[in-house]
């Protein structure tokens, strides 16, 4: 069975830097095609994609927010992490992480998800 | 960067009603869409890959359709349990969702 959970603080103080934490099981980063995702949902609005990690490494971002994020896996914990630099209260959300795996020739889709943690900044 | 935008923003619908879901891709995407469901306060789930091909155990009710930058979701007679926010997202370069789709009852 593939699950995901995210942990990370639930409040932060504008200016900060957030650390969230994607713990999975059931399957490994260092397959081939394997990938896990952060995406992020502010109140009542709509999904917004992240970064992701791949099983070679390779890692993308959001264009809007590539300056602040960082994306690192740990394939021996099965851990993925992101941190965020100097959040603000836009950034306030649900942030959650899913797998991504191959579904159909070079097609990929999140075909997990986690619970999502709610994340809040504000002073 | 893909821009993917869906319509409507929102509709009203009955039990048995046939909806259809209409996303576009700022350029083409080949088949590179899938849909997802969201229920409030639950995180979303896979429904259609590859623009046609039903996730596992997803009800038939549910179909995609669409190639190149024009795709659509139905579902042929909408269950109470349909009732929720559907988004696009496209994979062909980079990740993007649509703006979503929130199917109320009428």
């Known amino acids: 069975q593939v699950t995901l959970r995210e942990s990370g603080p639930a409040l932060v103080k504008p200016t900060q830097t957030l650390t969230l934490t994607c713990t999975f099981s059931g399957f490994s980063l260092t397959t081939s095609g394997m990938c896990v995702s952060w995406i992020r949902q502010p109140p009542g609005k709509a999904l917004e994609w992240l970064a992701r990690?791949?099983?070679?490494?390779?890692?993308s971002y959001s264009t809007s927010l590539k300056t602040r994020l960082t994306i690192s896996k740990d394939t021996y914990r099965n851990q993925v992490v992101l941190t965020m630099t100097n959040v603000d209260p836009v950034d306030t959300a649900t942030y959650y992480c899913?797998?991504?795996?191959?579904?159909?020739?070079?097609?990929?889709?999140?075909?997990?998800w986690g619970q999502g943690t709610t994340v809040t900044v504000s002073s | 960067d893909i821009q993917m935008t869906q319509s409507p923003s929102s509709l009203s619908a009955s039990v048995g009603d046939r909806v259809t879901i209409t996303c576009r891709a700022s350029?083409?995407?080949?088949?590179?869409l899938n849909w997802y469901q969201q229920k409030p306060g639950k995180a979303p789930r896979l429904l259609i890959y590859a623009a046609s091909s039903l996730q596992s155990g997803v009800p038939s009710r549910f179909s995609g359709s669409g190639s190149g930058t024009d795709f659509t979701l139905t579902i042929s007679s909408l269950q109470f349990e349909d009732f929720a926010s559907y988004y696009c997202?496209?994979?062909?370069?980079?990740?993007?969702f649509g703006g979503g789709t929130n199917v109320e009852i009428k």
């Open positions: 350029q083409s995407i080949n088949t590179y």
């Open positions: 997202q496209q994979s062909y370069i980079s990740l993007t």
């Open positions: 899913a797998r991504i795996s191959p579904v159909h020739n070079s097609n990929y889709a999140m075909d997990v």
């Open positions: 990690v791949d099983w070679d490494d390779d890692r």
